[in-house]
């Protein structure tokens, strides 16, 4: 009698199994011979998402362990305020880094609420160690991790991770720890770095400085967060250290969100005429209507995105308008509050290239979801 995955090639199982959790994953692999050849191969395992809410206890059989030297990619999702998928995460990570030789890519995603006074330590040190272990780690992104990032954990990546090409530390959390003398550090230690991601706190004149030198690799992306009281208090970059970096990689995009704690002489200072903005997210507790003309007059040629949380007034409809006429390069607008028809109207005429936008003329009950463009 015929086994059960002789009817299907290794790689059309590889093909099913690599959407299978990892409890469906060891029950295939226990269904029989060509089957675990399948569940076991690179190919299922290469590219790999976990939800630790869904896999909780006994996530890792001991058969699929020796799996983990085939994960090249991870993204980890977890909740830290249920004590079973936070376990279940940390657990995970520490395997991983005991055996994470083949690790490039690691996304950490936290789900719901992050417990009060919760400094994730444990969760932390978790990601210190994969950051020691994984050496040939190119990526890694910890925007969606609620816990204040530090100087030890930056320098842990640049002493131990020379292949990083991407490094994001621009999460939500209200205390930013990382000193512009680690982010310096992390730059001379991973010359590949191409796109990197901070709060602006962490920023300084040396270090575009230092991602301007004739010798640094292409650089491509720089995603900075102005979001808690460090932010406030940054020292202003000035706008001829952004001129000499744009002109030393022509092809930099840069995006700014802009939060409520970040006052009004904060903004002006973030919002240099010469930083090659592509999205631009203003969420600000004072004045919108001007960072939307300053990007109007300035971002014209480089702005592909922009998200607008304010209150409707005719001044935020006619900034609107101006910035539609102004940058038909836009991709997507996306404002949260009522507009008026001519705004709508505006971006429809002027911006070719949009591909969604969130216009609304009247309210709606939220959460408002994109219209895409036909």
Not at 253 to 268: D, H, N
Request: neutral net charge; contains cysteine.
């Amino acid at each position: 009698m015929a086994e059960p995955g002789e009817q299907l090639p290794e790689e059309l199982l590889a093909l099913i199994f690599r959407h299978l959790s990892l409890k469906d994953r060891a029950t295939a692999a226990r269904v029989c011979r060509a089957w675990a050849a399948a569940a076991t191969s690179s190919a299922v395992w290469h590219d790999t998402k976990i939800s630790c809410e869904c896999e909780l206890e006994g996530m890792l059989p001991p058969n699929l362990s020796a799996c983990l030297d085939h994960v090249h990619n991870l993204r980890l999702e977890f909740e830290p305020s249920r004590e079973p998928s936070r376990r279940a995460a940390i657990e995970l990570l520490m395997a991983l880094a005991g055996r994470a030789l083949g690790l490039r890519g690691l996304c950490l995603e936290c789900r719901g609420e992050k417990p009060l006074f919760d400094s994730g330590h444990d969760v932390l040190e978790a990601v210190h160690a994969v950051c020691g272990a994984a050496r040939e780690l190119r990526h890694l992104d910890l925007r969606r991790l609620p816990f204040t990032l530090d100087d030890a954990l930056v320098l842990r990546a640049a002493r131990s991770c020379p292949e990083l090409h991407s490094l994001f530390l621009d999460n939500s959390t209200l205390v930013d720890s990382v000193g512009p003398g680690s982010v310096l550090e992390l730059l001379g230690a991973c010359p590949r770095l191409r796109a990197l991601g901070l709060h602006l706190a962490s920023l300084s004149h040396a270090t575009l400085e230092a991602l301007a030198a004739p010798d640094r690799s292409p650089f491509a992306l720089l995603t900075l967060r102005c979001a808690c009281p460090e932010d406030a208090r940054a020292s202003p970059l000035p706008n001829e250290a952004w001129a000499a970096l744009r002109r030393r990689h022509p092809g930099l995009a840069v995006e700014l969100e802009l939060e409520p704690a970040l006052p009004a002489e904060s903004v002006t200072r973030v919002l240099q005429p010469a930083v090659p903005v592509a999205a631009l997210r203003l969420n600000l507790s004072g004045d919108t209507v001007g960072p939307v003309r300053f990007a109007a007059h300035h971002y014209a040629a480089t702005l592909r995105a922009l998200e607008v949380c304010a209150a409707a007034s005719a001044g935020l409809n006619a900034a609107l308008e101006e910035l539609a006429a102004r940058c038909a390069g836009l991709r997507e607008v996306h404002c949260f509050c009522v507009v008026s028809p001519s705004v709508l109207n505006a971006f429809r005429m002027h911006c070719p290239r949009l591909r969604t936008y969130t216009l609304k003329l009247t309210r709606e009950p939220y959460p408002w979801r994109p219209t895409p463009v036909a």
